[in-house]
């Protein structure tokens, strides 16, 4: 069983060389093995900042707090000390690499998570499973990472890291965006296929209800004022997509 706590999270967004932004004003939030949690709420809401501060952005300084996994804080360790410790992050704009190839990208990935350099012959077959079942085309493990990959080959292949290196805590910031209705559900059977396989917990951050319907949530909370502003189950999920945000928007500012 993992368990991955954050507790009173403040951070700042660096703006320039002077100034800075606090964004996130006190985030508590915990998150156990096979759970799947989704963020919800308006633009600006610092939903994204929560993501990239945990993942160690170096755009973002954390101020206050704690992120625990297994009571070791990763607000301690190295960016790449982190994703080996089984922290995962989905990106919302996936960056294209030029000249490194997809499938030598996910190997050296592997490597650096699992220890050890896969066989060569085990790994091509995972990765070809795993494309497979993510509708990917063969052809795109020898071309450079992300490159000339539209929006959702883009997305795809951020589940594809997923599938791959079997993090205990995957954070994904707006998967869903910019997919189409077949896109988002091959995405989607590739998340609960990656939690089922490695009883992973998840943080799901989105905008919108219609992910939920493949990514059933645990629990849902409501991101507003750069802090949880009210959790509950997958009903709250539905009260959101009849009322909006306009009232955490109210209590946030």
Same mark, same amino acid.
């Given at each position: 069983m993992t368990t991955f706590e954050i507790r009173g999270l403040r951070a700042d967004v660096l703006i320039g060389a002077e100034e800075r932004q606090e964004i996130l004003k006190g985030v508590d939030l915990t998150i156990n093995s096979g759970e799947t949690h989704a963020i919800m709420g308006p633009n600006g /809401? @610092?939903? /994204?900042?929560?993501? *990239?501060? #945990?993942? +160690?952005? =170096?755009?973002?300084?954390?101020?206050? +707090? !704690?992120?625990?996994?297994? @009571?070791?804080? $990763?607000? !301690?360790?190295?960016?790449? !000390?982190?994703?080996?410790? @089984? #922290?995962?992050?989905?990106?919302? *704009? =996936? $960056? !294209? #690499? =030029? @000249?490194? /190839?997809? /499938?030598n990208f996910l190997r050296s990935a592997v490597t650096a998570v699992r220890g050890e350099a896969p066989k060569l012959r085990a790994f091509s077959k995972e990765l070809q499973e795993s494309m497979k079942g993510l509708s990917i085309d063969p052809s795109f493990a020898s071309r450079g990472v992300n490159e000339g990959f539209s929006g959702g080959e883009k997305k795809r292949h951020e589940i594809l890291q997923l599938e791959l290196v079997k993090p205990r805590i995957a954070i994904l910031d707006e998967t869903d965006s910019g997919l189409d209705v077949d896109a988002l559900k091959v995405v989607s059977e590739g998340i609960n296929r990656a939690k089922a396989n490695n009883d992973m917990g998840v943080m799901l951050i989105t905008h919108y209800t219609r992910i939920l319907n493949y990514v059933k949530p645990d629990f849902v909370h409501v991101f507003a004022g750069g802090r949880v502003a009210e959790s509950g189950g997958p009903e709250l999920a539905e009260t959101l997509e009849a009322e909006g945000y306009e009232r955490f928007v109210k209590v946030g500012a």
């Amino acid at each position: 069983m993992t368990t991955f706590e954050i507790r009173g999270l403040r951070a700042d967004v660096l703006i320039g060389a002077e100034e800075r932004q606090e964004i996130l004003k006190g985030v508590d939030l915990t998150i156990n093995s096979g759970e799947t949690h989704a963020i919800m709420g308006p633009n600006g /809401s @610092g939903k /994204s900042t929560l993501a *990239y501060a #945990v993942a +160690g952005h =170096p755009k973002y300084e954390i101020t206050e +707090g !704690e992120v625990l996994l297994d @009571g070791e804080n $990763v607000l !301690e360790m190295s960016v790449d !000390e982190r994703a080996r410790a @089984g #922290v995962f992050l989905a990106m919302q *704009y =996936p $960056v !294209e #690499v =030029p @000249g490194v /190839s997809m /499938s030598n990208f996910l190997r050296s990935a592997v490597t650096a998570v699992r220890g050890e350099a896969p066989k060569l012959r085990a790994f091509s077959k995972e990765l070809q499973e795993s494309m497979k079942g993510l509708s990917i085309d063969p052809s795109f493990a020898s071309r450079g990472v992300n490159e000339g990959f539209s929006g959702g080959e883009k997305k795809r292949h951020e589940i594809l890291q997923l599938e791959l290196v079997k993090p205990r805590i995957a954070i994904l910031d707006e998967t869903d965006s910019g997919l189409d209705v077949d896109a988002l559900k091959v995405v989607s059977e590739g998340i609960n296929r990656a939690k089922a396989n490695n009883d992973m917990g998840v943080m799901l951050i989105t905008h919108y209800t219609r992910i939920l319907n493949y990514v059933k949530p645990d629990f849902v909370h409501v991101f507003a004022g750069g802090r949880v502003a009210e959790s509950g189950g997958p009903e709250l999920a539905e009260t959101l997509e009849a009322e909006g945000y306009e009232r955490f928007v109210k209590v946030g500012a």
